[in-house]
């Protein structure tokens, strides 16, 4: 467990703690109101002999918004926010001591645990804080980012596995007996070569480089079989990759111990809350925890998109790589760039993106990705791409590339289906504790249910405007580069440096403030500084500003529990749609990254047997892709005439059994 993960837990944990106990201490002193005894009080007194009825100071004259009482005789248990003031009194009723520890243990502690798992930084405090703020603060545009990265690094699992023959069972060979077997030779250094990659992307790339010079070097770097008297590029990268595997953060099993502890958490707030049905208190600690389930998703998230023990060594060995490469090209006469010094190679990454720490980070592996799918579908022998290695001098065309280049500002539409998911797991738990919190009397928008809108608000602003800088920064450079070359690319990358710097510290501080504010939720609800008169009231809706005073403490059960129940299965699936995602993902890519050939190659074979059996699952959304492509096609006016190619579009390389 690293130093920066503790040392940010125990500062959050410490500093939590002292501002509870605070305002433990200042409010015990300091007159606060009794709503309990205040509304029993005022709906005695209005029952027995309406004292209030007529006091337009009191009762509420205005249009109810779907509240509980819903024949007119009875607004007159209905009272403005200043009627309430006037009979409860205008502090907070904070929480006793007791459940201020029960909400700590049950949702502060458990995030904070699994805030303890993150992808931090080793002795890298001003990064780690960075990145916390922009996990927490912008967390659409964060698993963006991630979903996007383990997404390239299942391509490159799927290629690795589709490179050989399904009915070969390589779990039965051992490492030793590579030599003897070509097929296992060539599967093991293409299963190096395309982890190499998978660590590549996740660094950045320097920026006054020409991308077309770049592409070469990598596609020589990762596929050629360069033998010099310096050099032997195959075990270099057999060398490479296990260091890389090697220094890979493991900790993955106190990740899901955590992960459990908050699912355990979660599980027993539903319970309590079902079980006091109509009880607001039980009902606005679960929407805490609704609140918060798209955290959990973001950390586990990255026991897939791993980052390294040491960030430094392993870009400074991509680059030892990059180097020699460089160095032995320009030795047989094959150089990226003969003319120049061999600098390009030695700088080419430089900072650690990963996790979603960068913005606008989109990676090197997706156009290489991309470049060797264009390869293998078109010299395929047959509509299966399994076996791939066996295409005659398939080396020789992976290390020249495509005909027609994929260079690594290379964009692809397929990408919005990660914007779309991040779109969809954070703003759909959140919607879940809103619609359990808005339903919850007095009905409407108040402090809860606002405050929760109002922070899923500003992550969704920072995510479409991030969006937008994305588009105007790079789509520009991408035409300029398809129309004229890579060097123009270059010089306007380098005018825009200034601009994007300026729009980071921008982000950043909205992401602050974002993140202050949920900081600010959590203690909220957690001393109970939502309970005012204010709050009690639905004043943030435009029918706003009453309390419906026989609801507001205790509402009848078989009125709120269709939304309960709608807040809870919303939040609670899409969480556990998108932890199930990401287990299937760690499995199928764990051969991967896996240190122990012989262990690799067994859990390939595992992996495959696996999607196999489940094929059939996976089919269905690609038929509903393939139509929506279709339809898409056809109402576009798109389609080719008959005796014509397909429309334009790029085929992928799916998993297949034959």
Known sequence: MGLASLFVSSVFLRAFLVCVLLFTAIVTTEA???????????????NENGTYDGNTSIIYQGLTYLHYNSTPSEQRFIVSTEGCRTLCGSGNQ??????????????????IGTLLQAPYEANE?????????????????????????????????????????????????????????????????????????????????????????????????????????????RVRRQKLAMNLREGRKRGVVPLFITLMWFLFSLGISIQGAFSTLGDNATAHDLAL????????????????????????????????????????????????????????????????AGQGRVRWHYGIAHPIITGMETIILDRRESKSSRNWLRIPDIRNHLVRGPSKGVLLLHFDLREVWALLSAFLIVLGTISGAFTLSFRTPTIGLGC?????????????????????????????????LNRTGGQIAVEIRKQKEGVIATLNWIFRFFELVNTAWL?????????????????????????????????????????????WITGVLLSGLIMFIAIAFLVVEWCEQSHLNSVDVDKAMRGLKITQHFKYRTLWIRKFPDYCIHR????????????????????NGRESIGWSYA
Not at 452 to 478: D, H, Q, S
Not at 628 to 647: D, V, Y
């Open 32 to 46: 606060k109101p009794d709503f309990e005894k205040c509304f029993a009080d005022f709906n005695k007194t209005q």
């Open 125 to 233: 405090f001003r990064k780690t804080m960075y990145a916390l703020v922009r996990w927490i603060g912008s967390p659409i545009a964060s698993l963006a980012y991630i979903l996007w990265n383990i997404k390239v690094i299942g391509k490159c699992a799927i290629l690795s596995d589709m490179s050989t023959s399904y009915s070969v069972n390589f779990a039965k060979l051992k490492l030793e007996d590579a030599d003897g077997s070509p097929d296992l030779r060539e599967l093991l250094d293409m299963r190096d070569a395309l982890y190499i990659l998978s660590v590549m992307n996740q660094y950045t790339v320097k920026s006054p480089i020409d991308p077309e010079q770049a592409e070469i070097l990598l596609r020589q770097a990762l596929f050629a079989d360069i033998k010099t008297p310096t050099l032997d590029l």
């Open 289 to 352: 925890g609704l609140l918060l389930a798209w955290f959990p998703v973001l950390i586990l998230s990255s026991i897939v998109d791993r980052n390294p023990t040491q960030i430094t060594a392993s870009c400074t060995k991509l680059n030892k790589l990059l180097g020699e490469v460089d160095v032995a090209l320009r030795i047989i006469g094959n150089g990226v760039g003969q003319n120049d010094p061999p600098v390009l190679a030695s700088t080419f990454f430089t900072e650690f």
């Open 519 to 563: 900081i600010y939720i959590v203690m909220a609800q957690t001393i109970g500084s939502y309970q005012n008169c204010k709050c009690q009231a639905a004043t943030w809706s435009r029918e706003g500003g009453y309390v419906d005073v026989p609801v507001a403490l205790k509402a009848p059960g078989h009125s709120v529990e269709p939304w």
């Open 628 to 647: 929506s492509k279709f339809l898409w096609r056809t109402f576009s006016g798109s389609m080719w005439n008959k005796g014509h190619k397909k429309a």
């Open 94 to 111: 904070y929480y006793h001591w007791s459940q201020i520890a029960t909400t700590i243990t049950t949702w502060v502690l458990p995030v």
């Open 448 to 480: 809860r249910s606002g405050g929760y809108a109002i922070f899923g608000i500003i992550a969704a602003g920072i995510f479409c405007l991030e969006l937008l800088a994305w588009y105007f920064r790079v789509a520009p450079t991408v035409k300029e």
